[in-house]
């Protein structure tokens, strides 16, 4: 049944289908509950007696699921099934509601689910794949396809459809509700492939907006604004007062803010928000957060005021959030508007508990960024501060609260990341403390380590965070590797051994030279590698291979320049190590190997060491 701030948030505002977001905290189900029915024979040797029915005016979201099961199932067994809107005159799945419906399933109450949640079920004779909304109806068609016949959709590139000769659908009768109802990350090779995204149930605004897969949701919108909505380059000549007061003195250096207590801040915002979300009809969120600094905030008596009365700058924020939300909204009253806000370096820690909360219409995102992602959040001495940063924002903005949560080393893309007990543990452990929307921030530059893997592994958490981790990686190793597959799946092993050593942690800026890259690890990785290169059956498998010995062939590289008094055959082998690793970098269209620094910098520096 829809929370009390759904049912709010639903009376408030009803917007199509395919954008409706349940801010409310999604409860992730997967229930299988006892049934008579007996299982069906869906194919036998290339014969069904099967179709796929749909209604006569099926949104072209569902009519999709349903030509890409017939297709699917034609891949797998042989099968012809027609898709039809009209009674069937035998045994049928039916994609979405219809008229046409058994009696059974009409009892299923498709709109007490929550937003993309579907149910799986079987009767006598029937199959019936149904969701909340048309997103959720192709959820389950991916999800019976994933979880009852094999399919695995590992990369854009990578779809495995097992052949069976026969397929019996077991009795079922399954309903699943997304973890988290934001579910978002920007690997870069997420951007163009919104089929695939769509398999993977990612949801965010990284990912194409194709209606015929079920759009989007709109509701993240990216911030650090501050002098984007009132830039220094116009208002801070005559207008200094605009900007934070810091140490006695009001300055326009990105590192610095806003004074959230100037009238004239909080109406250019407005102004400026409001064009935003008249420019974009389609818009559900607004951001208004910091510049990314890790303080700056305003020390003038007013801000200062605030920030005692609020027991943080987050509480000081959240109030200006919530004024301006208010604002934007009344010139807006038929249309609902989100303004999602920061907790993040000096806005990190909440207001006391009890002075503020966000408005109906506000989000918060904490962003814990100094926490190591080598462990869990609440386990790991390191993690502390961020922890009790999660657990104070749980008590403020239930319901209302998302994590911008990190997956790479923005210093070194290329760089091995195994955050893997820490993204098993995290994300069950975010579900479980109020958060109700994920955004990663990973790889959307460079093409770089195992971003495929972190991408299929991450959305099935965002969906289900209760999976086993480590099942899900070996899962994808055995299927995208091959015959290569144990081996690349003992590589992540060995991280998470090394791991579990005192003082070896894993942050977003860690050096080729961190303890977790000890030079036992990367001889044993590498060893494991040259067993993973031999044991590729075809070349397609081997190339995937090569491209992840990448991330330890750029240690290498990085931490093994000669010295200008090494022996000349030490200098030309390493010249020669460098340059394969350069070629290797364009043929795998790896294009930055840092945050906003193009490979061309990195391979121009490197080329000038190795000369030396």
Not at 345 to 369: D, F, M, R, S, W
Not at 559 to 586: C, G, M, N, Q, W
């Amino acid at each position: 049944m829809p929370s009390l701030f759904q049912q709010m948030c639903s009376s408030f505002f009803r917007a199509p289908i395919f954008t409706r977001f349940s801010i409310a905290l999604a409860i992730f189900s997967f229930a299988i509950l006892p049934t008579r029915a007996a299982s069906l024979p869906l194919a036998d040797h290339g014969q069904t007696r099967f179709s796929i029915v749909i209604a006569p005016h099926a949104s072209a979201t569902v009519q999709h699921a349903a030509h890409e099961l017939a297709d699917d199932l034609k891949q797998m067994a042989g099968v012809d099934l027609p898709v039809v809107s009209e009674k069937p005159r035998g045994p049928a799945i039916f994609v979405g509601p219809s008229e046409w419906l058994p009696s059974g399933f009409r009892k299923v109450k498709l709109d007490a689910l929550a937003d993309e949640a579907f149910v799986i079920r079987t009767d006598r004779k029937n199959l019936f794949l149904a969701g909340h909304d048309d997103r959720g109806t192709l959820y389950a068609v991916y999800s019976f396809l994933e979880g009852h016949l094999g399919a695995r959709w590992y990369g854009p590139d990578a779809t495995v459809l097992p052949q069976q000769s026969e397929v019996t659908i077991p009795k079922l009768n399954e309903t699943q509700t997304p973890g988290f109802s934001y579910r978002n990350t920007d690997e870069i090779i997420v951007f163009g492939n919104a089929q695939w995204d769509a398999h993977l149930k990612l949801n965010g605004a990284s990912v194409p907006d194709q209606p015929d897969i079920g759009g989007v949701n709109r509701l993240f919108n990216g911030a650090e604004n501050f002098y984007d909505l009132v830039p220094p380059s116009r208002y801070f000549a005559d207008h200094p007062e605009y900007y934070s007061l810091v140490k006695g003195k009001r300055d326009s250096d990105p590192s610095s803010q806003l004074c959230l207590s100037n009238p004239d801040v909080f109406k250019i915002i407005v102004k400026a928000l409001l064009a935003q979300a008249k420019a974009n009809p389609k818009l559900l969120t607004l951001g208004l957060s910091p510049n990314d600094a890790r303080d700056g905030g305003c020390q003038c008596d007013l801000c200062q005021a605030a920030n005692a009365k609020f027991g943080s700058p987050g509480g000081t924020l959240l109030d200006f959030v919530n004024k301006v939300a208010a604002a934007v909204q009344a010139q807006l009253p038929h249309r609902k508007i989100w303004v999602e806000t920061l907790a993040y370096q000096y806005t990190e820690k909440a207001p006391t508990q009890g002075t503020i909360a966000p408005a109906a219409n506000v989000l918060v995102c904490l962003a814990p960024i100094y926490a190591c992602d080598g462990h869990p959040l609440a386990t790991d001495p390191q993690n502390k501060v961020s922890n009790n940063a999660l657990l104070a924002w749980e008590k403020i903005a239930p319901g209302h609260l998302q994590i911008w949560h990190y997956a790479v080393d923005f210093s070194h893309f290329p760089q091995p990341y195994p955050d893997w007990d820490e993204i098993g543990a995290d994300m069950e452990y975010y579900r479980d403390h109020g958060v109700s929307g994920m955004y990663c921030e990973a790889d959307y530059q460079g093409n770089c380590d195992l971003q495929v893997m972190h991408t299929w592994v991450m959305a099935h958490l965002f969906w289900n965070p209760r999976q086993n981790v480590w099942d899900l990686v070996r899962d994808f190793c055995d299927g995208y590797y091959g015959k290569a597959g144990p081996a690349i799946y003992a590589t992540q092993r060995l991280y998470h051994d090394q791991l579990q050593k005192p003082d070896v942690h894993l942050h977003i800026s860690e050096k080729p030279t961190s303890p977790l890259f000890s030079a036992d690890v990367l001889a044993s990785v590498n060893m494991i590698f040259d067993q993973a290169e031999s044991s590729a059956d075809n070349p397609e498998i081997k190339n995937r291979v090569q491209e992840a010995r990448m991330g330890i062939r750029y240690i290498d590289v990085a931490t093994h320049v000669p010295a200008k008094d090494a022996p000349a055959s030490e200098k030309e082998a390493y010249k020669a190590r460098l340059e394969a690793f350069i070629a290797d970098l364009s043929r795998f269209k790896i294009t930055h190997l840092s945050e906003g620094r193009p490979a061309e910098d990195w391979i121009k520096k490197m080329r000038a060491k190795a000369g030396e």
